[in-house]
């Protein structure tokens, strides 16, 4: 069955503090990836996606993912958490259709 | 940067009435999306849309919703009679190219839909 999993459902960090967000995905053919941030009233924001090729991709405000095949996993990550970075973060994979399979997110909190 | 625009932001309706949500999508977008996210869930995909027809649904998309493009900017949701599970934020997105390129789905800010 095609999905994504967040396993963390609320994380909390320091501003200033380095961050990772955890995903994991089950896809039958070869996935397209996603990280979406939404903050509180807005829609959707696309982060950063990987496609194919380098394995460690870059995104908006500083974020990066680096795709693992063999672990199945496309963690997110930043070196240093800005109190703006508070929001919920959805990971999301699609690839031979036009459904993008979205996780449960992950909602992080950033303390000053 | 191009935006996808929802309409209104938040719609509160009758249970049994007929809502239409609305979507500009980015214009020189050809492909389009509608998704559904009920309070405390995942995002979930509704349907796909190009070349005016549907290309993709899921199984949530059953005979009460309907999806239409009634013009060159438009692209609209219609659930007949609502029912109270239909409440959710409805998110539509647009994309330059479909499934299998490397272009990524834009979403706008949603509607939130409320069912009395």
């Known amino acids: 069955a095609q999905s994504v999993t967040q396993p963390d459902i609320h994380i909390t960090v320091s501003e200033g503090a380095s961050l990772e967000l955890r995903c994991n995905y089950s896809?039958?053919?070869?996935?397209?990836l996603f990280w979406y941030v939404q903050s509180p009233g807005q829609g959707l924001q696309l982060l950063l996606k990987y496609f194919s090729g380098d394995t460690l991709v870059q995104g908006i405000k500083g974020f990066e993912a680096e795709f693992k095949r063999s672990q199945s996993s496309f963690n997110l990550r930043k070196p240093s958490v800005h109190w703006s970075d508070a929001a919920e973060y959805f990971c999301a994979v699609g690839g031979d259709t036009d459904k993008l399979i979205f996780g449960t997110g992950t909602r992080l909190q950033v303390f000053p | 940067e191009p935006e996808v625009t929802q309409t209104p932001s938040h719609q509160v309706t009758q249970m049994g009435q007929e809502v239409i949500l609305r979507c500009v999508p980015i214009?020189?977008?050809?492909?389009f999306y509608w998704y559904r996210q009920i309070l405390g869930q995942k995002v979930e995909f509704l349907v796909s849309?190009?070349?005016?027809?549907?290309?993709?649904k899921s199984e949530i998309f059953d005979d009460q919703f309907s999806v239409e493009r009634p013009d060159g900017s438009n692209f609209t949701l219609k659930i007949r009679s609502t029912k109270l599970e239909d409440s959710a934020m409805y998110f539509c997105?647009?994309?330059?190219?479909?499934?299998?390129?490397?272009?990524?789905?834009?979403f706008g800010d949603g509607t939130r839909l409320s069912i009395l």
């Open positions: 896809y039958g053919a070869t996935p397209y």
């Open positions: 997105a647009s994309s330059a190219q479909g499934a299998r390129s490397n272009q990524p789905q834009h």
């Open positions: 849309f190009y070349n005016n027809e549907i290309s993709e």
């Open positions: 214009s020189n977008h050809l492909y």
